[in-house]
């Protein structure tokens, strides 16, 4: 009996880990977006770095800056406090600068069906 409850803890364990280890450590660790897009989950802190390609303005008049990178695009609301950062306003395009966005994965400044990153910091970063 104790083997078979070793087992199955082992195997829960194994299931749950490649579903957990794309997070990194609270969301350090910088990931394409294609695969935060894949496995972010309501309410995850998660890292992306890209070329902001337009904007546009989300529920309550916050900016909407739709961030992409070589895997894909992801929708990043910018709270006022943040905007000087992305050195840009709405409407405009690519900058061609490259910025890593760390946030919380929420769909609530979006419009509904739209998930994205709620971007808690913003920095420059040098382009590859």
């Avoid at 916050?62 to 409407?91: C, H, Y």
């Amino acid at each position: 009996m104790h083997r078979l409850r070793a087992l199955l803890l082992v195997s829960l364990i194994a299931c749950l880990a490649p579903s957990l280890a794309w997070k990194g450590e609270n969301g350090a660790s910088v990931r394409p977006i294609s695969e935060v897009l894949a496995n972010a989950e309501s309410g995850d802190i998660v890292s992306v770095e890209g070329s902001v390609r337009d904007t546009t303005t989300g529920s309550g008049s916050i900016l909407i800056a739709f961030l992409q990178d070589a895997t894909g695009q992801v929708a990043v609301a910018v709270p006022e406090s943040l905007t000087r950062k992305l050195e840009m306003r709405q409407g405009e395009g690519a900058s061609g600068q490259r910025y890593r966005v760390t946030g919380r994965w929420d769909h609530k400044h979006m419009d509904s069906d739209t998930w994205g990153i709620y971007a808690q910091a913003i920095e420059r970063v040098a382009n590859p």
